[in-house]
Each structure stands twice: as structure tokens, then as C-alpha cells.
């Protein structure tokens, strides 16, 4: 497995920007796939997006398609969620979650490794 450590997130006003970070300490992520899941207070973890471990394909749930994307840097060995038009139903923690090779999923059990989640808090 790989350990993923997390970065960016914070408070934000409606309509505004953020971008989050997944980074692979002490491995690489190039042979994972890496998906976003949030969790809003007093709900379920959500599959949010997934990118493949080649980068070659990605998937997004419907409530963020057209305001989120994903991306990855190898090199750096880090994955980014850059979340635009924020909207205050955004509002949840948000973790970084990966599974080698595989293709793209929203089923959670397959994520073996977890980051410690990040805050993202949308006001109206």
C-alpha cells in the first residue's frame, strides 16, 4: 500500500475555488488509481472522482461534473482535486483514497489506502 498524506482545503465563500492535494510519502502513485470521497456531516462517505493509475481515465459523480477536476502529477507524486464554483452543499471532509492499478471505481471497499481527510467548508 501507500501512505497518502493530504494538504489544501479550508473555508471559502459560495462560487469560489479550492484545490486539494494527495501526496504519496515515501512511494510513488504511479502505479494507483486514486479516488476523492467527502463525507458531510451526519451523511455517508460519497465516491466524488476517480483517475486511473495512467491517468487514461477519470470519472466524476454527477453533483461535481463540469466544476471539479481532477489531475496528477507523477513527478511529484501527487494527485490534485481543483474544485471551482463551490457551493455550500460541498461542505464536507474530504479524503484521498488509492488502489494499485485497477481501473476507475466508486465502490469505496476497493480503496485500500486513505488519506487523513481535509476540511472544506463552503459559506452561502
Known amino acids: 500500500q501507500v501512505q497518502l498524506v493530504q494538504s489544501g482545503g479550508g473555508l471559502v465563500q459560495a462560487g469560489g475555488a479550492l484545490k486539494l492535494s494527495c501526496a504519496a510519502s515515501?512511494?510513488?502513485?504511479?502505479?494507483?488509481?486514486v479516488g476523492w470521497v467527502r463525507q458531510a456531516p451526519a451523511k455517508e462517505r460519497e465516491f466524488v472522482s476517480a483517475?486511473?493509475?495512467?491517468?487514461?481515465?477519470?470519472d466524476y459523480a454527477d453533483t461535481v461534473k463540469g466544476r471539479f477536476t481532477t489531475s496528477r502529477d507523477d513527478a511529484k507524486r501527487t494527485v490534485f482535486l481543483q474544485m471551482n464554483s463551490l457551493k455550500p452543499e460541498d461542505t464536507a471532509v474530504y479524503y484521498c483514497?488509492?488502489?494499485?492499478?485497477?481501473?476507475?471505481?466508486?465502490?469505496?471497499?476497493?480503496?485500500?489506502?486513505w488519506g487523513q481527510g481535509t476540511q472544506v467548508t463552503v459559506s452561502s
Open positions: 483514497a488509492a488502489k494499485r492499478f485497477g481501473l476507475v471505481s466508486r465502490v469505496l471497499g476497493e480503496y485500500r489506502s
Open positions: 515515501g512511494g510513488t502513485l504511479r502505479i494507483f488509481t
Open positions: 483517475m486511473s493509475w495512467n491517468g487514461g481515465n477519470t
